[in-house]
């Protein structure tokens, strides 16, 4: 599902964040040391290789809501943008750091004149946030960010499950009605 807004498309799927040859750059829902683990990170590690680490070890350890920015090595991309999403219960608020988290992330990427993005749900795995809260917080910090991005023209969210697929293209259809 794609909805254009303000000449951007947002685009929801499903699939393997580590398999979108169609993106400038994906999203890695990191660890704080940008260590390679399991979800996304251990995803995105195996497939880039061991060179990604090496990159990462001089850029870590990151705190929530921080994004940095990588080669994308044997990934099909050129870039991987680490960002390290909040533990539910832990970091607090967890809204203010997802928000930051997709913000920073976005910024990142337009700073890189990247002109698409791909986003895996993040902290909705391992770190416990809830996907239905979570989705909430990333329109809406997306949705804000929009007017200010200049280059990028696709972000893509990229789902794993068929619940979440579906969490977030009800939010976007809901967002296409206006
Ligand atoms: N592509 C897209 N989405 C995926 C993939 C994939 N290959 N694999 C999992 N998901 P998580 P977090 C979904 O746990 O909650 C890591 O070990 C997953 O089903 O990867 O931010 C790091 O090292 C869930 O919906 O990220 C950190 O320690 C979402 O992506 C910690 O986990 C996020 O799941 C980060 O936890």
Same mark, same amino acid.
């Given at each position: 599902?794609?909805?254009?807004?303000?000449?951007?498309?947002?685009?929801?799927?499903?699939?393997?964040?580590?398999?979108?040859?169609?993106?400038?750059?994906?999203?890695?829902?990191?660890?704080?040391?940008?260590?390679?683990?399991?979800?996304?990170?251990?995803?995105? @590690? &195996?497939?880039?290789?061991?060179?990604?680490?090496?990159?990462? /070890?001089?850029?870590?350890?990151?705190? +929530?809501?921080? =994004? $940095?920015?990588?080669?994308?090595?044997?990934?099909?991309?050129?870039?991987?943008?680490?960002?390290?999403?909040?533990?539910?219960?832990?970091?607090?608020?967890?809204?203010?750091?997802?928000?930051?988290?997709?913000?920073?992330?976005?910024?990142?990427?337009?700073? @890189? &004149?990247?002109?698409?993005?791909?986003?895996?749900?993040?902290? /909705?795995?391992?770190?416990?946030?809830? +996907?239905?809260? =979570? $989705?909430?917080?990333?329109?809406?910090?997306?949705?804000?960010?929009?007017?200010?991005?200049?280059?990028?023209?696709?972000?893509?969210?990229?789902?794993?499950?068929?619940?979440?697929?579906?969490?977030?293209?009800?939010?976007?259809?809901?967002?296409?009605?206006?």
């Amino acid at each position: 599902m794609i909805y254009t807004l303000q000449n951007i498309d947002l685009e929801v799927v499903k699939g393997d964040i580590s398999d979108q040859p169609d993106l400038d750059a994906v999203v890695n829902a990191a660890n704080a040391q940008l260590a390679p683990g399991g979800g996304v990170a251990g995803a995105i @590690h &195996k497939k880039a290789g061991p060179d990604l680490f090496q990159e990462c /070890t001089e850029l870590a350890p990151i705190k +929530p809501g921080e =994004a $940095v920015i990588t080669k994308a090595y044997k990934l099909p991309n050129r870039n991987v943008v680490h960002c390290l999403g909040p533990v539910y219960g832990k970091d607090i608020p967890e809204e203010e750091y997802l928000a930051s988290c997709y913000k920073n992330s976005l910024l990142l990427a337009e700073r @890189h &004149k990247l002109s698409s993005l791909g986003f895996p749900a993040i902290s /909705t795995g391992i770190f416990g946030y809830p +996907p239905e809260l =979570a $989705v909430e917080v990333v329109f809406k910090t997306v949705l804000a960010e929009l007017p200010k991005l200049e280059h990028l023209k696709k972000i893509k969210f990229v789902l794993f499950s068929d619940e979440d697929l579906r969490l977030y293209q009800d939010k976007l259809k809901k967002i296409s009605l206006g």
